[in-house]
């Protein structure tokens, strides 16, 4: 048995990690009401989105002069780039199943469900997406995940059976289960993780870019309480200027599907981003170019 001393109250902050703050505005309440938004963006968009192509691959055309890099076939970025959006219009929706309307906020919804508790925020996307991609391919020692203390839960572990047991200030692994590795399984590791893990302790696994140049499936996070994560899902390549551009997604605060952003300091470039500026703003939160970390 594995026995450490947990904070209780950094457990419970984790749950926290998308509170707004003066670097960014969300709607709460949950409502049909809808929200001013952060920027003011047009409704055109360039480079044009296909109606009803089913991958961010499909549906998002590189701006004028770019091509998308060329990844492995098998790769996490290729994951990231295919993976499928609801139909061209659809609105994000909630645990609940409530709407978050778009003001202004994302082109695309991602097709993947996120449970019905209020857990699947912002970090927890961004694991989540990275377990998922082991998982499908079979690598379940490489999913393995930080508690905001620092205990380290590996699915290798909870596959066997065992289990995490949280009592006061002491958190240890316990054999509960029979072996099992159903994707019910990995849900309810992956919503244990929600639950103790977020922003702070996922900044901390990350490492920085030591100035290399952004790639697909990294983070741009601001750890804390509170705190924000998107991930980068696509990038494209401009041979003439030697420049890239990214696709990014979040999801938010309350629990909510993972959305595509759009790009409110650059309506001509959206929803793709230029990420070598000291500045990169989203629909709703403010990063600096240091912010971007790599698993």
Not at 122 to 133: G, H, N
Not at 212 to 239: C, E, L, M, R, Y
Not at 270 to 294: A, G, M, Q, V
Request: aromatic share 12%; with cysteine; hydrophobic share 35%.
């Amino acid at each position: 048995m594995v026995l450490i001393k947990i904070h209780s109250i950094l457990l419970a902050v984790a749950l926290f990690s998308c509170k707004p703050s003066e670097d960014h505005i969300i709607d709460t309440r949950i409502t049909t009401n809808q929200v001013e938004p952060l920027y003011a963006v047009q409704d055109t968009i360039n480079p044009p989105i296909q109606s009803f192509s089913k991958t961010i691959a499909e549906r998002i055309s590189p701006p004028e002069g770019y091509t998308r890099i060329k990844l492995e076939p098998s790769s996490f970025g290729e994951y990231l780039r295919t993976l499928n959006l609801k139909p061209k219009g659809t609105e994000v929706l909630y645990y609940n199943g409530a709407t978050k309307h778009n003001n202004d906020v994302y082109v695309a919804v991602i097709d993947l469900p996120i449970g019905n508790k209020d857990l699947h925020q912002c970090a927890d996307a961004v694991m989540r997406l990275r377990a998922e991609y082991f998982w499908n391919n079979g690598e379940y020692d490489k999913i393995y995940f930080n508690f905001t203390n620092g205990f380290r839960v590996d699915y290798s572990e909870w596959i066997k059976g065992h289990r995490i047991v949280v009592n006061g200030n002491k958190t240890y692994w316990n054999n509960r289960k029979a072996p099992a590795n159903t994707y019910k399984d990995f849900w309810n590791y992956m919503e244990l993780i929600f639950m103790y893990a977020g922003t702070a302790s996922l900044e901390k696994e990350l490492k920085p870019l030591n100035n290399n140049t952004p790639q697909i499936g990294d983070v741009i996070i601001k750890g804390g309480h509170p705190g924000h994560a998107v991930i980068i899902v696509d990038q494209a390549f401009n041979s003439q200027t030697g420049k890239y551009v990214y696709l990014l997604a979040q999801s938010y605060m309350p629990a909510q599907e993972i959305q595509l952003l759009k790009n409110p300091s650059d309506t001509r470039l959206s929803p793709w981003y230029d990420l070598d500026t000291p500045i990169i703003n989203t629909p709703e939160w403010k990063f600096y170019k240091d912010n971007i970390k790599r698993f």
